[in-house]
């Protein structure tokens, strides 16, 4: 027993420090599980949301590997790789596009019904623009927060968003050039 | 096709149907699953409805169908050179004939070629000028009709944003004759029928009748396949029946290289649905317009054609003869399906095809199975290669000119390759479906697409209801009851006509429902005696009277009445034609749906009863209106011809075309197709909860809607067929019937589940 009480008393900084050490990795990983799941990113202003630790415009191709695994599949899209990796719906992959060799879009794909569009409003404001592409005539429209680097997928009328999009801040006119293929700012008309 | 790959399919067909079993065969067995092997019959037939599918294949089967092709050029030639060898005169000539053939063919691809470049810059409104004679002339003839109006052309926009289109291409039809294939390289591609097409015109037909015509025209291009010529002209004909206002069913080919090529077939309904839309007197207009609405499949990009006429004298539509309507542009479905599905199914050409379906039939003729299979595709590209060398090199030397008959030719001796091979005709079967996906991609540089275009006269997804072979008319007196009628009386009248042929065992049903807000029940209505046969041309008329008491005040009066009989002379049974009527008594509810536009009382009755069926499900009907209806949506009345029947518009109008009131089974469809639209505006949760359940990644997109391949669309297209799908046929697949909870099991529980409440229609 003294010689227990011996090793505290000699090594006492060290060991607070190791459980200091321990207490700020184990709040560190619990944030980092928790950022795939809150859909709002508490990014200020024309800083690149963080996803799943992974920065739009910052983050390599390994860095992903790396953080997320191998991707399940991938695929070329307007020049961009494209990782797909599963997501909580058996159908839809997120997926992490990459500009050379850095993320530079993802697109995560919303399962809850906790995570709504006025989450979204209510964090950055009124979107930089609407657009509408694949199910908009399902009531899905892309919020654009092009500012700060993030597009929700979503219906306004019962707010169900169906993805979230986070890529590095520009103007709206930039990301409509660059992600916004397929997308138009008119309703389309269905029959 | 020829018979031994029908006989093949049949077998494989028979195989899983009397072998359920084969489903739960372990994958590396079973070869094809059932939907694969009716998928590749309906591409290959071109027919959508299965039954149909196999009956087209049962006609190639018993060779009733089947081509007529003799030796390709190849082996005349041989027998050529053998018969002057043994001075055989007689088949000397009969060989020179057949040979001679081929030349025509050739200077017409250089006549065509020469069309091509003089109408470089076509004007729509100059009717192109007569070409000139082939170099070898053909029999003359004492008179010529045109086959196609002269002022007609075709016109082919491209959508460069919405609502704006640049036009791409702007054909006189006549440069084509007879408007059967349209593109810079079409006889170029060494297209059979296209080659067949083309030396058809250059006989200036005196069309006595098409089967006439077509053994004629066969007697000089013995290599032609007589359902082909016979296809052609019925096509043919039937393009010179425009009138003013007609809308056509059509089916395109294009090439996407060049971009500006196109070859173009009228479907083979095409010749019932003028007959039908000149009964129906559709709206007369200055000029013809067809639009079509097609979806490209590498693209996905919507893209409009016009077709556009001056009025053409309307002669009498003669009689067609049995299987021409199904025998239009076999093989260039054929071809141009195959290379869709080599693009689609790459991994089934050479290794998997059938290698094992109906293994217990089959097995005895497959052998092996794959060594087999890759020993006929090699003899049939041995076959193919040595064949096309063999058929350009002699035209080259006889004539100066190459690249004739090629794909006919070349088909038929790798066939001839394939079946040399030990194994038999399984192998030789493989062989030629193989070649023909590989031969297609080779000839079209797999850039084909191939998509089904809509000309339709009402809206969208309109069945073809009715047979060709019965007429019923149906009239209600009065449509309009107000509350001061009651009680009264409501009479039907019915009208059945024998159209064409002699019918038999002729069967009358009707199905007469009242439907109020406070639900719908089946009346019974005792229909008087008929008659059980009728002559061609023949009609009986009966009329049934239904006594409306007060307790039907504001409601729905329906009444739907079937008529099923044989037409033994054709070997059909149970052709089926509906008709329809209504009548609106007092003033019904109509939920939260409010009226807009020129609605006519019988109009507005018809969509009151498409919204009593809806509300059948009042969980459906309380998700678009609200508890208390208070979510108003608009039904806005536009009187146009469209190609669809409705649209949705944001946040709450749908706009009912007059394709989508054609009757109330239809109108039906349309508004709950529309509606599907706005229900899932509202619950995007259910829009989301059916894309991450699958239901459209494991059974496809519902074949009915046939424009916008999307989920979105498929999910309106689930809502849009639950109420209707045991009345109605969709004109999307081809006047398909669709058996939901079989066919779409997961769409059809989910809608079900989750969208209708647990109520079935």
């Given at each position: 027993m003294g010689v227990i009480t011996s090793f505290f008393k000699k090594h006492w900084l060290f060991i607070v420090l190791a459980a200091l050490a321990f207490a700020l990795l184990g709040i560190f990983l619990f944030a980092q599980e928790r950022g795939g799941e809150v859909a709002p990113s508490p990014t200020p202003i024309s800083q690149s949301p963080l996803w799943n630790g992974i920065t739009p415009g910052q983050t390599s191709q390994e860095e992903v590997t790396q953080k997320l695994g191998q991707p399940t599949q991938t695929r070329t899209e307007n020049s961009s790789t494209v990782f797909l990796y599963p997501s909580e719906s058996k159908i839809r992959n997120n997926e992490v596009f990459f500009t050379g060799t850095t993320a530079s879009l993802i697109k995560e794909q919303v399962t809850s019904s906790g995570v709504t569009l006025s989450s979204y409003l209510d964090t950055y404001g009124a979107p930089d623009a609407l657009l509408y592409g694949p199910h908009a005539t399902a009531g899905f429209t892309l919020h654009v927060f092009s500012s700060r680097g993030v597009a929700a997928l979503a219906n306004p009328t019962d707010g169900t968003v169906l993805e979230v999009w986070y890529f590095t801040p520009m103007g709206f006119e930039q990301f409509q050039e660059l992600w916004g293929q397929g997308f138009s700012t008119s309703y389309p008309q269905k029959f | 096709m020829n018979p031994e790959l029908a006989q093949f399919l049949l077998a494989g067909h028979r195989a899983l149907r009397e072998n359920p079993t084969i489903a739960r065969w372990p994958s590396k067995n079973r070869g094809l699953t059932e939907p694969e092997l009716l998928w590749i019959i309906t591409q290959l037939t071109g027919k959508e409805v299965i039954e149909e599918a196999i009956q087209l294949l049962e006609y190639y089967a018993r060779e009733q169908l089947s081509p007529t092709i003799p030796s390709n050029l190849k082996e005349l030639v041989e027998e050529l050179e053998a018969a002057r060898q043994e001075t055989n005169e007689a088949k000397q000539e009969e060989l020179l004939h057949k040979v001679r053939t081929f030349i025509v063919a050739a200077k017409l691809k250089e006549q065509y070629a020469a069309e091509r470049t003089a109408q470089e810059q076509p004007s729509p409104r100059i009717p192109s000028q007569p070409a000139e004679q082939p170099a070898v002339t053909l029999p003359p003839r004492e008179e010529v009709i045109p086959l196609v109006p002269t002022e007609l052309y075709l016109e082919i926009s491209r959508p460069i944003q919405k609502g704006i289109t640049r036009t791409i291409a702007s054909l006189p039809a006549q440069a084509v004759r007879g408007a059967l294939s349209l593109g810079q390289e079409a006889l170029g591609r060494k297209e059979p029928s296209t080659v067949n097409a083309l030396a058809f015109a250059q006989l200036g037909v005196t069309a006595v009748s098409f089967q006439q015509t077509a053994d004629e025209f066969q007697r000089q291009n013995p290599y032609a396949e007589k359902s082909v010529v016979s296809a052609l002209l019925a096509q043919a004909h039937a393009l010179s029946q425009f009138e003013r206002g007609h809308r056509l069913y059509m089916s395109l080919t294009r090439t996407i290289h060049p971009p500006n090529t196109l070859h173009l077939a009228l479907s083979p309904s095409l010749p019932q649905?003028?007959?039908?839309?000149?009964?129906?007197?559709?709206?007369?207009?200055?000029?013809?317009?067809?639009?079509?609405?097609?979806?490209?499949?590498?693209?996905?990009?919507?893209?409009?054609?016009?077709?556009?006429?001056?009025?053409?004298?309307?002669?009498?539509?003669?009689?067609?003869?049995?299987?021409?309507?199904?025998?239009?542009?076999?093989?260039?479905?054929?071809?141009?399906?195959?290379?869709?599905?080599?693009?689609?199914?790459?991994?089934?050409?050479?290794?998997?095809?059938?290698?094992?379906?109906?293994?217990?039939?089959?097995?005895?003729?497959?052998?092996?199975?794959?060594?087999?299979?890759?020993?006929?595709?090699?003899?049939?590209?041995?076959?193919?290669?040595?064949?096309?060398?063999?058929?350009?090199?002699?035209?080259?030397?006889?004539?100066?000119?190459?690249?004739?008959?090629?794909?006919?030719?070349?088909?038929?001796?790798?066939?001839?390759?394939?079946?040399?091979?030990?194994?038999?005709?399984?192998?030789?079967?493989?062989?030629?479906?193989?070649?023909?996906?590989?031969?297609?991609?080779?000839?079209?540089?797999?850039?084909?697409?191939?998509?089904?275009?809509?000309?339709?006269?009402?809206?969208?997804?309109?069945?073809?209801?009715?047979?060709?072979?019965?007429?019923?008319?149906?009239?209600?007196?009065?449509?309009?009851?107000?509350?001061?009628?009651?009680?009264?009386?409501?009479?039907?009248?019915?009208?059945?006509?024998?159209?064409?042929?002699?019918?038999?065992?002729?069967?009358?049903?009707?199905?007469?429902?009242?439907?109020?807000?406070?639900?719908?029940?089946?009346?019974?209505?005792?229909?008087?005696?008929?008659?059980?046969?009728?002559?061609?041309?023949?009609?009986?008329?009966?009329?049934?009277?239904?006594?409306?008491?007060?307790?039907?005040?504001?409601?729905?009066?329906?009444?739907?009445?079937?008529?099923?009989?044989?037409?033994?002379?054709?070997?059909?049974?149970?052709?089926?034609?509906?008709?329809?009527?209504?009548?609106?008594?007092?003033?019904?509810?109509?939920?939260?749906?409010?009226?807009?536009?020129?609605?006519?009382?019988?109009?507005?009755?018809?969509?009151?009863?498409?919204?009593?069926?809806?509300?059948?499900?009042?969980?459906?009907?309380?998700?678009?209106?609200?508890?208390?209806?208070?979510?108003?949506?608009?039904?806005?009345?536009?009187?146009?011809?469209?190609?669809?029947?409705?649209?949705?518009?944001?946040?709450?109008?749908?706009?009912?075309?007059?394709?989508?009131?054609?009757?109330?089974?239809?109108?039906?469809?349309?508004?709950?197709h529309e509606g599907g639209h706005a229900y899932v505006s509202r619950f995007g949760g259910v829009y989301r909860q059916f894309i991450d359940s699958g239901v459209a990644q494991q059974e496809g997109f519902i074949k009915s809607y046939p424009l916008d391949k999307s989920t979105d669309e498929d999910f309106a297209e689930m809502i849009g067929i639950y109420p209707v799908w045991r009345n109605l046929s969709f004109r999307g697949c081809g006047g398909c019937f669709i058996t939901y909870p079989s066919e779409y099991p997961l769409h059809y529980q989910f809608a079900r589940t989750n969208i209708f409440g647990g109520v079935e229609y």
């Open positions: - | 649905r003028v007959r039908e839309e000149r009964e129906e007197k559709t709206p007369k207009r200055q000029t013809l317009r067809i639009v079509i609405d097609r979806v490209t499949q590498q693209v996905n990009t919507v893209e409009r054609i016009r077709l556009t006429a001056a009025p053409a004298p309307l002669p009498s539509l003669p009689a067609i003869p049995a299987g021409v309507q199904q025998a239009v542009s076999v093989r260039k479905n054929i071809i141009s399906q195959a290379s869709i599905w080599a693009r689609k199914f790459p991994f089934y050409v050479g290794r998997t095809l059938f290698p094992q379906v109906g293994k217990a039939t089959m097995q005895a003729a497959v052998g092996p199975g794959q060594q087999l299979v890759v020993g006929g595709l090699r003899g049939g590209f041995e076959a193919l290669g040595g064949v096309g060398r063999g058929t350009f090199g002699f035209l080259g030397r006889l004539a100066g000119v190459g690249g004739v008959g090629g794909g006919t030719t070349a088909v038929g001796g790798a066939v001839a390759g394939g079946v040399g091979i030990p194994g038999g005709t399984a192998v030789a079967l493989v062989a030629v479906a193989a070649i023909l996906v590989i031969g297609a991609l080779a000839f079209f540089n797999t850039s084909i697409s191939h998509q089904g275009a809509y000309l339709e006269q009402g809206g969208l997804g309109l069945a073809e209801q009715n047979s060709r072979f019965i007429n019923v008319e149906k009239t209600a007196t009065p449509t309009v009851l107000s509350s001061t009628d009651l009680p009264g009386e409501v009479s039907f009248e019915v009208k059945v006509t024998a159209t064409e042929q002699k019918l038999t065992t002729i069967i009358v049903t009707n199905q007469t429902t009242h439907l109020s807000s406070g639900g719908s029940r089946g009346l019974d209505v005792t229909l008087p005696s008929y008659p059980k046969e009728l002559q061609p041309g023949e009609s009986f008329t009966f009329t049934y009277t239904i006594q409306v008491t007060a307790d039907f005040i504001d409601s729905i009066l329906s009444d739907i009445v079937t008529v099923t009989a044989d037409v033994p002379d054709m070997n059909i049974t149970g052709e089926e034609s509906r008709a329809a009527a209504s009548v609106t008594i007092g003033t019904p509810s109509t939920f939260c749906f409010a009226f807009d536009g020129p609605w006519t009382d019988e109009e507005r009755g018809m969509e009151t009863e498409a919204i009593f069926n809806l509300a059948r499900a009042p969980t459906f009907i309380k998700a678009l209106c609200g508890e208390s209806n208070e979510r108003t949506i608009h039904l806005v009345r536009r009187r146009e011809d469209t190609g669809y029947g409705g649209m949705f518009q944001r946040p709450s109008t749908i706009t009912i075309y007059n394709r989508g009131l054609l009757w109330s089974v239809n109108a039906t469809y349309t508004l709950a």
